[in-house]
């Protein structure tokens, strides 16, 4: 399969959105995970890592990487966490252009090389195929919190032995990049469909703007019961062609930063670059159907029916309802204020308490009680 090369141009800007995404979520991830596990190593893996920059200097996943992890320097110094990282690319040209970017970057930032002499940082480089490395760096995934980045050309490494590998790791988040369109392309030729078992037929039945969502919901059906994983989608349009991110973890917490990250890339939908379900349109009144409820509106309107119907009874179910549906805490805040409000319910606090910290550290759970 012909693949375009990343770096022999200036990135995109769908590729910027991918590399954003990427990076605020390491910029979530990092302090929670310093903060939690003092004097212990947590990993970061980049394991499609590239070159460091594009042609015109911008900085691309392993330099956007090191800058947060620059960012975290007090607090990794007071909890003596350290900080591990494997870049890994496969080109062997690429691979030095890569050692000698972050290399540099780090010598010429003291707060990174000051980590790197006290212990508190280091980086392993690694100039091989995901195929090869994967199995070899499972143990030390399994044994330390870690964040994995697969940027992949294509989709071959979503394959079951990756995927439901990944799916047995309770300390694992993953960020999954591929080009679901390739599964149009290729999805019916042999190789393709041994590596990955998704029907393409029932793929072709939603409009082809909803291929990634698509191709995501097939994965989820793959990930056995017993596992606590769930994947969250971003689809990113790049001309006619679709990609996207698929984002991976087996914790609330997780889920819930995931989720701001991807809101605050797109406050219409929170999975797309673009207005994938019209919701700008559906603003307007339409003659036949009335005004058509926009994606919150529509899972506030569920929350409500689920709380009113007593099947939601607390703070607890209405947050785990909320992440399920890849929604933020403050969309379901919103209604149920609305709902105390206008009469429906009561209940005994000031707020409605649909949040992480209260509910899963501070152990807060409050019902909705709905009026007589
Ligand atoms: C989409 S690019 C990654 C871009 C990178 N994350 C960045 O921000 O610049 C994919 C990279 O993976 C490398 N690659 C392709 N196949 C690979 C494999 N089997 N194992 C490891 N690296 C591979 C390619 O050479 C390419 O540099």
Known sequence: MATIDLHQKPFDEATITKLEIFENYAKEWLPTFIMSYP????WIFDFFAGTGYDIKGVPGSPIRILQQIKKQTGNIFNKRTKIRVCFNEFEEYKYKLLKDATE?????DNDLERLRNNNLLSIKYRNSDFADLFPKTISTIR?????????QNGMKFLADKYLLTLAELPTTDFLYYLSSSYFIRFGDTIPFQ???????ERIKENPYKHIHKSILEQLRERIPIESKLKLYPFTIKKGRNIYGIIFGASHPRAFDKFLKTAWDKNALNGEANFDIDDDSNK?????????????????????K???ISKKITTNKEAYDYTLKQGHLDKHANEIIKQMKKDGFIQYDAKSPMVNYEQIYQNKKIIEYHITP
């Open 283 to 303: 603003q307007q009144l339409d003659l036949f159907e009335g005004q058509l409820p926009t994606k919150i509106e529509f899972f506030q309107n569920n929350l």
């Open 104 to 108: 540099e970057f780090i010598s010429n």
């Open 39 to 42: 004097n212990s190593d947590l």
């Open 305 to 307: 029916d689920l709380i």
């Open 194 to 200: 041994t590596n990955l078992n998704i029907d393409i």
């Open 143 to 151: 044994n330390s919190p870690s964040l994995l980045y697969l940027d």
